[in-house]
T-cell receptor, first 114, second 110 residues
Framework: KAGVTQTPRYLIKTRGQQVTLSCSPISGHRSVSWYQQTPGQGLQFLFE???????NKGNFPGRFSGRQFSNSRSEMNVSTLELGDSALYLC?????????????FGPGTRLTVT | DAKTTQPPSMDCAEGRAANLPCNHSTISGNEYVYWYRQIHSQGPQYIIH???NNETNEMASLIITEDRKSSTLILPHATLRDTAVYYC???????????FGTGTRLQVTL
């Protein structure tokens, strides 16, 4: 079974631009969560989608948004990019939401904002 | 979700068992213990999880104490490829949010 895939793997953007990242979950998985990883803050939860509905949201500004499609694929968007948005963005999928389901992570998209 | 405490770093010789401890003294009855690891610059990898019974899979064993206040992840025969940061996460409820701490940096050496 194929794992979680994320595209693109690497991205360079300029301050003020916007960016869209894509995540394809493992087949049959309906929950997709997004995380941001930076050296200073570690791994932080952004949001979770289940059945096309946002279930949970982390403490990030409104510039960070996401959506999920009927095939469970998900995208996240960051508008008006700031230098501090440079990070590894990780997507994780699971069969259901919450415990005891385990989450499987993709390889991440490394975003650099210049 | 209950807070966890892990040692910041550990060393293990290749071929030996690596025993990674985790304290979670405020765990509640419906919270699971999850273990993930992250090899440098890769996405975290799910290892194992459990509620109160000991669990084993092809990667590792999870030993949870009877009072559930602590647990140990055991990698039975560590290899160099097991060098990574290991995260112990306690989670319950209906949300999928994982709260990652600083984890234990395991260094496997020859």
């Amino acid at each position: 079974k194929a794992g979680v895939t994320q595209t693109p793997r690497y991205l360079i953007k300029t301050r003020g631009q916007q960016v869209t990242l894509s995540c394809s979950p493992i087949s049959g998985h309906r929950s997709v969560s997004w995380y941001q990883q930076t050296p200073g803050q570690g791994l932080q939860f952004l949001f979770e989608y289940f059945s096309e509905t946002q279930r949970n949201k982390g403490n990030f500004p409104g510039r960070f948004s996401g959506r999920q499609f009927s095939n469970s694929r998900s995208e996240m968007n960051v508008s008006t990019l700031e230098l501090g948005d440079s990070a590894l963005y990780l997507c994780a999928s699971s069969m259901g939401t919450g415990s005891p389901y385990e989450q499987y992570f993709g390889p991440g998209t490394r975003l650099t904002v210049t | 979700d209950a807070k966890t405490t892990q040692p910041p770093s550990m060393d293990c010789a290749e071929g030996r068992a690596a025993n990674l401890p985790c304290n979670h003294s405020t765990i509640s009855g419906n919270e699971y213990v999850y273990w993930y690891r992250q090899i440098h610059s890769q996405g975290p990898q799910y290892i194992i999880h459990g509620l109160k019974n000991n669990e084993t899979n092809e990667m590792a064993s999870l030993i949870i104490t009877e009072d559930r206040k602590s647990s140990t992840l055991i990698l039975p025969h560590a290899t160099l490829r097991d060098t990574a940061v290991y995260y112990c996460i306690v989670k319950g409820g209906t949300a999928s949010k994982l709260t990652f701490g600083t984890g234990t940096r395991l260094q496997v050496t020859l």
